[in-house]
């Protein structure tokens, strides 16, 4: 970066969560000015705001006072809806970097928009939790042009410790979608084998030890497991209906044979679909851990 203060380009920033309210503190503590928009709470919003952020009252204000875009909503659907808003405030040496774990369809399609008005997108969802956030130790898997690849890393190095691009648009995406996978099915797969445990008196303490000690060991494993040992099912803070929007943007990626592995992510996909139909949306994914007291 090598920039003082005073050449920083201005952020505006739309997303103020867990993660993003973390990200969005990291920017602001690299010196950049910073204009928020407020989610329905205020929560987050306050105490940026206090510190000497700014606050706008629609996307397309933010827009227009910032330099570069960082948006980390829930998830595509909010992201088109976004576009709609800003495309007018948007043109050149105006940069749209979306952190939220979205539909790289989606992102391709926002990308096409953005581009026609002379500004430039990127998506750079990140892996990592609320605890990686407020340390700035996420790592952001990004999908851009080759030529934008430093701009964006400038900005999203602020609250990453790894930062890798995996092509053009729809890539970062792509590949958050993957790893998500991976990290969601392993939840599941962890809720079938300690509730099996449960079920055949099998010690959950000494089955964890044994896992954290070999091949089964993970950062799943550890941040859900982990504190449930103790009674705290919501170690991994992350919602069902989250992870059920994840693995349904997968199924969506493999739909039509267009990778292998669709049966299995359809399943995967299928049993948090159930959990979020039977009402259990808002339980942090851990709650899976605690099925026979949690009503599953």
Known sequence: MGQSPSDKRKIGFIGLGMMGASMARCLMNAGYPLT????????????????????????????????????????????????????????????????????????????????????????????????????????????????????????????????????????????????????QGTMILLAEAFGAARHLGVDWAALYDVMMAGAARSGTLEKAVGPALSGDFDGSRFTIANAEKDLRYVSKLFAGGAAPGADIANALHDRLAGHVASGHGQRFVSRMLDADSSGF
């Not at 405030?89 to 992102?107: C, R």
């Not at 400038?154 to 990453?160: E, L, P």
């Open 36 to 183: 928020l928009l407020a989610n329905k709470s205020r929560q987050r919003i306050e105490p940026l705001l206090r510190d000497g952020a700014a606050e706008a009252t629609t996307p397309a204000a933010l827009a227009a006072v910032s330099d570069v875009i960082v948006t980390c909503v829930p998830e595509a659907t909010a992201v088109t809806e976004l576009a709609d808003q800003l495309m007018p405030a948007l043109g050149p040496d105006k940069f749209w970097i979306d952190t939220t774990t979205s539909d790289p369809s989606v992102s391709a399609e926002v990308a096409t928009r953005v581009k026609a008005t002379g500004a430039a997108f990127a998506d750079a969802p990140v892996t990592g939790g609320p605890p990686q956030a407020e340390r700035g130790e996420l790592a952001s898997l990004v999908g851009c042009a080759v030529e934008d690849f430093s701009a964006v890393e400038a900005v999203v190095g602020n609250y990453s410790k790894v930062v890798r691009r995996f092509g053009d648009v729809g890539a970062g995406h792509t590949a958050k979608l993957l790893n998500n996978l991976v990290s």
